[in-house]
């Protein structure tokens, strides 16, 4: 079987279509540059140069490229249509008795709660194609270092030529906390390093095979632990936040637990899929966690799955969120007893002192201020 080369979810039997493909990918880069795809029009101008060859792509990235623009032209003409049906309401309003007009009125709450639930389906893929550039650009990084480190096996030129790939432009660092990649410490794995010099509060990335659970993790910063609740990557405005890891946790120096935090979404984005951990089923088929983070590529299983609620300032009892470091055995074991009793699994719990947890948290309705968590222990390697 030959060498397969990957870009993110694309694969190439050969070098020359994978160079195709980064060519594309240069071409789309420049593009961008020059236009704004989110100005009125733009998108339907790049998807008609693209249609007419004006403008053209050698490899499936193009192909896929060339989709998005009719996502977009797409969406472009249902905005118009919704304004020209809502001009079209406000006409014929004027023109009906009362009693019609209270009927009009009905019809049009329900229009707009259907406009409504498309605003969100679009956020939602507008979301879902952020995280999927990120993942992206994650694996091309991944795969660039590869072949870098493997040039000379891989390629077998007879003219004795010198390859060059091509590289990925340096995007300006402007989102929030963004600093310098550091100098000192472990040293951040090569798939991560464009994604943390975006963002350096990126820590790593979660994901759970057979699930939506596929995501960056930030790190939550002392000074503001809620702000990647209600933002992004980019630091920009989100409902749906960003998973997050606990302020209180460091990467450099791991903790005992390390806390990951995430919005229970109804759309089931986020966090919003751990409430499937209720069903023992499901548990089963889905008990391996990857969790890389910028430094250190791990896998942890879950032991527990548990039901709990945030407890009030004056309240007593267990806080499964301010278990960090264990002191001492005593300590450790206290917490594993805790958590046995929050387990809605009737399994028994494998862990022992001086192992590495891992805690997934979200809210959950079953009662006031609730909470689900997983606890999954590190394996070992």
Not at 1 to 9: E, H, L, N, S
Not at 106 to 126: I, K, N, P, R, T
Not at 352 to 362: A, E, H, K
Request: charge should be negative.
């Amino acid at each position: 079987m030959g060498r397969v080369y990957c870009i993110g979810k694309f694969q190439f039997d050969s070098y020359e279509k994978y160079q195709e493909a980064l060519d594309d990918i240069e071409k789309i880069r420049s593009i961008s540059k020059k236009m704004d795809i989110n100005e009125s029009g733009v998108a339907q101008r790049l998807y008609t140069l693209v249609r007419e060859g004006k403008i053209t792509f050698r490899s499936v990235i193009g192909d896929d490229y060339l989709l998005y623009l009719s996502d977009m032209v797409a969406e472009d003409y249902r905005t118009m249509s919704r304004n020209s049906f809502t001009k079209q309401i406000a006409r014929k309003l004027q023109q009906l008795s009362p009693s019609q007009v209270v009927g009009a009125i009905c019809m049009a709450g329900a229009v707009v709660c259907f406009l409504v639930f498309l605003g969100s389906e679009y956020h939602d893929q507008q979301k879902t194609r952020e995280l999927e550039r990120l993942k992206n650009e994650q694996d091309i990084s991944a795969a660039s270092n590869w072949l870098s480190a493997k040039l000379t096996d891989v390629l077998k030129l007879d003219d004795g030529q010198e390859v060059v790939l091509a590289e990925s432009e340096t995007v300006e660092n402007e989102v929030y906390a963004a600093k310098p990649a550091q100098e000192s410490g472990p040293k951040i794995l090569p798939e991560y390093e464009k994604l943390y010099g975006k963002n350096s509060d990126f820590a790593g990335w979660i994901t759970i095979a057979g699930t939506e659970i596929d995501y960056p993790v930030m790190q939550a910063v002392a000074e503001s632990s809620d702000f990647y609740l209600t933002h992004n990557f980019n630091g920009e405005k989100d409902i749906n936040g960003s998973i997050f890891l606990d302020s209180r946790n460091s990467l450099e120096n791991p903790n005992d637990n390390l806390i990951i935090y995430g919005h229970n979404m109804k759309s089931g984005m986020m966090f919003g899929g751990l409430q499937k951990y209720l069903d023992k089923p499901y548990w089963l088929e889905h008990k391996k966690i990857t969790f890389n983070t910028i430094f250190e590529k791990a896998e942890y299983e879950i032991v527990a799955v548990c039901l709990s609620k945030v407890a009030g300032e004056e309240d007593s009892g267990f806080r499964y969120y301010d278990f960090i470091d264990a002191k001492n055995k005593k300590t450790f074991n206290r917490y594993v007893k805790n958590i046995k009793a929050l387990n809605v699994m009737d399994e028994d719990m494998d862990v022992s002192y001086g192992d590495q947890l891992l805690t997934l948290s979200t809210c959950n309705s079953y009662t006031e201020d609730g909470r689900l968590f997983l606890v999954a222990k590190k394996c070992k390697k």
